[in-house]
């Protein structure tokens, strides 16, 4: 009988992929399900978590998020109110009408989010039956410069910033809530914001609007795509570069992978690899994030795949996974590797997925784009 240590040691001492694949396809074989699990978390832990990347040590260049976009309209707001002095309605209006920008520091001042402060307007509208409310959409295009407002929605945008800060447009907040006013800057209204914009924030007050807001957060949220496509950008470039045949899923496809493939999953995975005979070779996902919870509930998405991918044959199921939240090997990563048959792959391992069945007979099917020459 094998014991749990000779097949870690034969899984490890693999020298190639493919022969760590058919070990991995002995596990269920040689061991009870009370002994599978272990061998999936030490494996794992052997030779696949060296390889993950915590990705949250970095964030996305968004110069939208930079100090120095923010710097250079705080100080066009700041100018055009004598650094918060001058905050009537009219003054207001008259900032915003000459730059719509300056929406940015004052919906930051208010503290709402840009879809809180749209709907904010259209209260205003309401009240003042007006026709200026705004959308989130064109929240966000004014406060990027790409568009600036007629003279109704100035007028409504302003009246609804200095509602806000006055606290005269939501009632007072029930026993256990608070306004989103209620904060260091916009205690006092106005006052407090003058006060702040010419004497300086004391460096704890800073610290804790970091702690009680949450760090980059706005800035996470924006470039939550690209961050998800990293992972999917990178194994595109790798198919590409070696002229593997295959599609990129989406939303727009997924009836086409259906009736192509008689792929019947849903939503489809992030892959599918072809022959020249338009028969399925692979399917691919890829999973990236830095937490065990949310790894643990990606994970189960594996499980369906390999159903799937039982469904249709055997077609070999592959993960690219990134973020340390993969760490948690027992009932994360450990998992995935049993629904792939150890196809487990991180940014740092990548080429070498293609050296796992069926990349090797498929590279070279697709003719690959020249490559610009250097200078």
């Avoid at 930079?66 to 309209?73: G, K, S």
């Avoid at 939550?224 to 070696?242: I, N, P, Y």
């Avoid at 008689?262 to 892959?271: L, S, Y």
Wanted: proline fraction near 5%.
């Amino acid at each position: 009988m094998t014991t749990v240590e000779e097949t870690v040691a034969a899984i490890t001492a693999a020298d190639t992929w493919d022969t760590r694949v058919t070990e991995f396809r002995y596990v269920p074989q040689r061991h009870g399900t009370d002994d599978q699990p272990k061998i999936y978390a030490t494996i794992a832990r052997e030779l696949y978590v060296p390889h993950l990347i915590a990705d949250f040590a970095y964030v996305h260049d968004a110069p939208f998020y930079d100090d120095a976009y923010f710097d250079q309209v705080y100080q066009v707001a700041s100018d055009g109110t004598a650094a918060f002095a001058n905050v009537s309605v009219d003054d207001l209006s008259t900032v915003l009408s000459a730059d719509a920008r300056t929406l940015l520091v004052f919906r930051t001042i208010c503290g709402l989010v840009r879809n809180e402060f749209a709907d904010s307007t259209t209260l205003v509208a309401q009240q003042l039956n007006l026709s200026g409310a705004i959308s989130g959409g064109r929240v966000d295009a004014a406060e990027r410069g790409n568009s600036q407002f007629n003279p109704a929605e100035a007028h409504v945008v302003a009246v609804t910033i200095d509602q806000l800060i006055r606290r005269e447009l939501f009632s007072d907040a029930p026993p256990g809530l608070h306004s989103k006013q209620d904060k260091f800057d916009t205690r006092d209204g106005w006052d407090t914001v003058r006060q702040l914009a010419t004497g300086g924030v004391p460096y704890h007050h800073f610290l804790h609007q970091r702690h009680y807001g949450g760090a980059f957060r706005q800035v996470l949220d924006a470039t939550s795509t690209q961050r998800g496509d990293l992972l999917e950008d990178a194994v595109q470039a790798l198919f590409e570069q070696a002229g593997i045949p295959h599609i990129r899923t989406g939303s727009h496809n997924q009836g086409d992978i259906a009736a192509r493939f008689q792929v019947t999953v849903t939503p489809a995975p992030d892959f599918v690899v072809f022959d020249n005979n338009d028969t399925l070779r692979a399917m691919l996902e890829c999973k990236a994030t830095n937490d065990g919870g949310t790894a643990r509930d990606k994970a189960a998405r594996f499980e369906r795949l390999r159903a799937e991918s039982t469904r249709l044959g055997g077609v070999p199921l592959l993960a690219v996974l990134g973020g340390a939240g993969w760490k948690r090997v027992n009932d994360t990563l450990g998992p995935v590797l049993r629904d792939t048959d150890g196809r487990v792959f991180t940014v740092d391992t990548l080429d070498e997925m293609l050296t796992v069945a069926p990349f090797a007979q498929l590279t070279g099917l697709v003719p690959v784009p020249p490559q610009p020459a250097s200078d």
